[in-house]
């Protein structure tokens, strides 16, 4: 019971500590990749200091709505990272939401920052707003019926279970499961703000859509919607990590062993999806805006057609 | 003991009409009425109560009334109990409500009367207990309902609705009609207990079940018969569109369930893909219709269509699983269906609660005219954002409840062995989570539209926060879509009877899951713990601003907006509710309502403005109603010189029908 407790306690503050240093090695490996120096891999816990200390400037209109959106994107986007499994599995917590919770959590999040964009009434809020609710519409069904697929195959909507399940190799190799962790992959890059959908390191360009959003925030407000923002990309490099790379996770019941090999599984997995995010980004241009919902439409329609498959070939 | 109860607060609505007649010009009318009605629904809700979570035996009445061979049949049971919950908790907090907003209606005489007569009518259909006393109840209800939507007859769209809604209302009361003389049988054997224990052929049965889907589904809001739901429920009195949207169309799914799952027996596998389909189409399209509306209280209206499509995808299901004899899935479903009704019945209640506080305040239901009130009107703008989230299916509160136990029902399906099934069951899902999605984009819209930014006029920047007797009713509402949320193991044991009674199982007794989580199935399956969802939220927010505040800064500036260097002084340069759905109306309405965008531009060196025209076609009011309309227009035309025959020609038409009716009579067997 103790242990699970530090168990879980070790998960909420090694997804808090990781964050931005995975958005930090991102930076920096897009960088290189473009043959510059780039900022130190630390930066990104610089920034959110410097911020944090920094007096916020309030819009003269800002509402109190305004002011408590950070503080909520965060409390449901960290709750919902420190329910996904990283380095151990059966996390004690994991019974008070399943998968389509943590989904629903991450749009309880976003449903506020869609406000946050709003509040202030200016011509980039808005623009940000609109274009993100446009994007969750399509993102957000296309990974419930990735849910739909996984739960189908492992029994289950509780993410421990589907984790340990697919660790377990009984499945196998399957169709649906391709097709689903193809479509998560798309998910997880418009879900992200990432390139194609978004340019993360934008400003001032009309085809920004996350960073709009948040531009009327500033110091420790602006330090928790980045904060967020890290920890969301964490959570679905863990999420798929959790789900398709199960290898080296470690098991409830493991001895400290067992746990220092899925804390360095865990963190040579956040490298190589940081590289791979890293390599695909500079690889490809950005999208016009509405190209985005054909690109989404393949993550739907992929994730429809592995849960038809599902439903056809499984009865019990 | 219950039943009389029920049917003396029924009384009670009556005699409070009556005295409204003579008192309706003073204030003291409106606290007689909506008083009157508030101590009455609070009656008949801690009745239905006690019933529902009593667990007492079904009770039935017969009173002298109606038809004389067959009287008037009242009966309670666990599923009238329940609505009778839903009905008289919204009656309650809609009077509650009116007791402040009622003061500002500039024409009392012609909604006063009709409001207990109203509540009266949809307490009554509850637990109405033959076809007679049921279709009497059900038309009573229509027709005082019609006569609140009518309350503003100068308004000449409120005109249309109210003619619209007559027409649809006595399409749905004849189609119940011809079912229940279809149930009934040539011996005429109208009491429900009869009814129930006639066992109609297979296809009797489904004709009866097509035309209660066409009669309750015209009620409830199913696409494409729900034309007339987005147009009457905006134009009555707010307090009277909560009823509406909140409720009424919650009766008319009790009709359904009551007919469906209680009288016709044992039901076929097909029945549930003909309900499934529609509802999921009703989902998707009712959603879509009101991310393009930018009335607020319209767009409620719209949504109340998408909510009646999640409500019917849980009865689908359940359809489904009795037909294949698996109870206790057919429970999952049916208790998420109800529990959706609950939930819809407090959330939308709310919003078009709120949405009656910003028309008093601002005088405007155009979101293009509103804006900025959350700094006018802060508590009003609270209590709407709850139920925001709440509708949106967003945890930790109520809505997220219903739909995540829909959802696991339909991830019970692949378990069904009909083909059909396992290809309609998942594209439906898909259209649930697509619903749900573009529900929280919508409703970022409503709130932030209307709430969020600049005030757009003078109205909206001079609004007054509303009344206390608005503001308690509200914040009930808003305490109950939490409470929903974070302890939904009662409610879900709470439904236990009438699924047990229904189709004959019921989900795990949730009480006695440790740590109050819900456990639909198995543990190992699927769990979710609103409480604890809502207590680590708390948790992390509230130590954020603390750890925050005291180690880093807590400084505060104010400033004028950044807007990258360039903001723009007027409201005008503001997302407007149009804009802020242009790329959903990109996305989705080129297709489903073939949405056009004008752009004319002046030439250069001209001065006139720019234009964008948006044009929306309704695709169902143009391949389905119109059709119709003008068909009936044409017969009506055509028809008409009967009207000015001589005697003569009537005695000869008369003649002529008997001939028929006799011919007819000797031909069938």
């Known amino acids: 019971m103790i242990l699970d407790l530090a168990v879980q306690a070790a998960q909420m503050l090694l997804v808090l500590a990781l964050a931005p240093l995975l958005t930090g090695f991102v930076r920096k490996v897009k960088a290189r990749l473009l043959l510059r120096q780039g900022p130190p891999l630390f930066q990104p816990y610089r920034d959110l200091l410097r911020l944090l200390r920094k007096e916020v400037v309030l819009a003269e209109n800002a509402s109190w709505l305004f002011r408590t959106i950070p503080y909520l994107i965060f409390a449901a986007t960290w709750v919902a990272a420190s329910l996904v499994p990283t380095f151990a599995n059966g996390l004690i917590f994991s019974w008070s939401a399943d998968l389509i919770a943590i989904v629903a959590l991450l749009g309880t999040a976003r449903f506020f920052l869609a406000l946050g964009g709003l509040d202030i009434g200016t011509s980039f809020g808005g623009i940000g707003s609109s274009r993100e609710v446009m994007i969750a519409s399509l993102a957000e069904p296309a990974m419930l019926m990735i849910v739909f697929t996984l739960a189908l195959v492992a029994g289950s909507t509780q993410l421990s279970t589907m984790a340990s399940f697919l660790a377990s190799g009984e499945e196998g190799l399957r169709v649906s499961l391709g097709m689903a962790a193809i479509a998560l992959i798309i998910v997880a890059i418009a879900e992200n703000a990432r390139i194609p959908v978004d340019n993360p390191a934008t400003h001032l360009e009309l085809t920004m859509v996350h960073e709009a959003m948040v531009l009327e925030y500033s110091g420790r407000h602006l330090a928790l919607v980045d904060l967020s923002a890290e920890l969301k990309l964490l959570l679905y490099v863990s999420l798929i990590a959790c789900l398709f790379l199960p290898w080296g996770i470690a098991t409830p019941d493991a001895g400290a062993r067992a746990l220092v090999i899925g804390v360095t599984a865990y963190v040579v997995k956040l490298a190589a999806a940081g590289f791979l995010l890293a390599i695909f980004e500079t690889s490809i241009a950005k999208m016009r805006v509405f190209r985005v919902p054909d690109f989404l439409g393949v993550a739907l329609m992929l994730g429809l057609l592995a849960t038809l498959l599902m439903f056809v070939s499984r009865s019990h | ?669």
């Open chain 2, 1 to 669: 003991m219950t039943l009389t109860i029920i049917l003396l607060c029924a009384a009670a609505f009556l005699i409070i009409s009556a005295l409204s007649l003579a008192l309706h010009t003073s204030a003291l009318g409106r606290i007689l009425v909506y008083g009157g009605s508030l101590t009455v629904s609070a009656v008949g809700l801690a009745a239905g109560l006690a019933e529902l979570l009593g667990q007492g035996p079904a009770e039935a009445l017969t009173l002298p009334l109606g038809l004389p061979w067959l009287g008037a049949h009242f009966r309670i049971d666990a599923l009238s109990a329940f609505f009778l919950v839903v009905v008289n908790l919204g009656a309650a907090a809609a009077s509650l409500y009116a007791l402040g907003f009622g003061r500002h209606e500039h024409s009392p005489q012609r909604v006063l009367p009709f409001y207990p007569l109203f509540l009266a009518g949809m307490t009554l259909v509850v637990v109405a207990d033959d076809a007679f006393t049921f279709l009497f109840t059900w038309e009573f209800m229509s027709l005082s309902s019609w006569a609140l939507v009518m309350a503003h007859d100068r308004v000449s769209e409120n005109l249309r609705a109210g003619y619209v809604y007559l027409v649809m209302a006595s399409f749905g009361t004849l189609t119940l009609l011809l079912a229940f003389g279809l149930l009934a049988g040539p011996e005429g054997a109208y009491a429900f207990g009869a009814i129930r224990d006639s066992h109609p052929s297979s296809a009797l049965a489904t004709l009866v079940l097509i035309l209660v889907l066409i009669g309750t589904g015209s009620k409830a809001g199913l696409v494409p018969l729900h034309a007339w739901l987005p147009l009457a429920h905006p134009a009555a009195p707010s307090h009277v569109s909560a009823l509406l949207s909140g409720v009424m169309t919650k009766v008319a799914v009790y009709a359904f369930v009551r007919i469906v799952f209680d009288l016709l027996g044992e039901p076929v596998w097909w029945w549930s893909m003909l309900v499934l389909v529609l509802a999921g189409i009703t989902c998707v399209m009712g959603v879509l219709y009101a991310l393009m509306q930018h009335d607020l209280k319209r767009l409620l209206a719209y949504h109340t269509v998408e909510n009646i499509g999640i409500i019917f995808i849980g009865l689908g299901l359940a359809l489904a699983f009795q037909a294949y004899g698996m109870a206790w899935a057919s429970a999952l479903a049916f208790t998420a269906a109800l529990l959706h009704v609950f939930n819809h019945s407090l959330f939308k209640s709310l919003l078009f609660l709120g949405s009656g506080a910003v028309l008093t305040a601002t005088g405007e239901r155009d979101m293009e005219h509103l804006g900025g009130l959350i700094h006018r009107m802060p508590l009003t703008a609270f209590t709407f954002l709850v139920g925001c989230v709440a509708i949106s299916a967003l945890p930790p509160l109520n809505g997220f409840v219903s739909e995540w136990l829909t959802f696991q029902a339909i991830l019970l399906s692949p378990q069904l062995p009909a083909w059909g099934l396992k290809f309609i069951v998942p594209a439906v899902g898909a259209l649930l989570a697509l619903s749900a999605a573009l529900a929280a984009a919508c409703f970022v819209k409503a709130f932030g539209v209307t709430f969020l930014g600049r005030p757009r006029t003078e109205a909206a920047a001079r609004a007054r926060e509303t009344d206390r007797f608005s503001l308690t009713a509200m914040f009930a509402l808003a305490a109950l879509c939490l409470l929903a949320g974070i302890l939904p193991g009662y409610f879900i044991d709470a439904l236990a009877p009438v699924a047990q009674s229904m189709v004959g199982g019921s989900m795990p007794l949730q009480r006695d899951v440790p740590y109050l989580s819900i456990v639909p199935i198995a543990e190992a399956r699927s769990s979710y713990n609103g409480l604890l969802v809502f207590l680590f939220m708390l948790f992390s927010a509230t130590a954020a601003v603390l750890v925050i505040h005291r180690f880093a800064s807590n400084r505060l500036r104010r400033g004028p907006a950044w807007d990258c260097g360039y903001p723009d002084p007027s409201p005008a340069t503001q997302y407007t509710a149009s804009s802020f759905a242009q790329p959903i109306r990109r996305v989705f309405g080129t297709l489903v309502f073939r949405a056009r965008e004008q752009v004319e531009m002046p030439p250069p060196g001209d001065a006139a403005p720019a234009r964008l025209t948006v044009r929306l076609s309704d695709i169902i009011w143009d391949t389905l109603y119109e059709p119709v309309a003008r068909a009936v227009d044409y017969a009506a035309g055509w028809l008409n010189p009967l009207q000015s025959l001589s005697i003569r020609h009537y005695l000869g038409l008369v003649f002529a029908a008997v001939v028929g009716l006799l011919l007819v009579l000797a031909i069938s067997p």
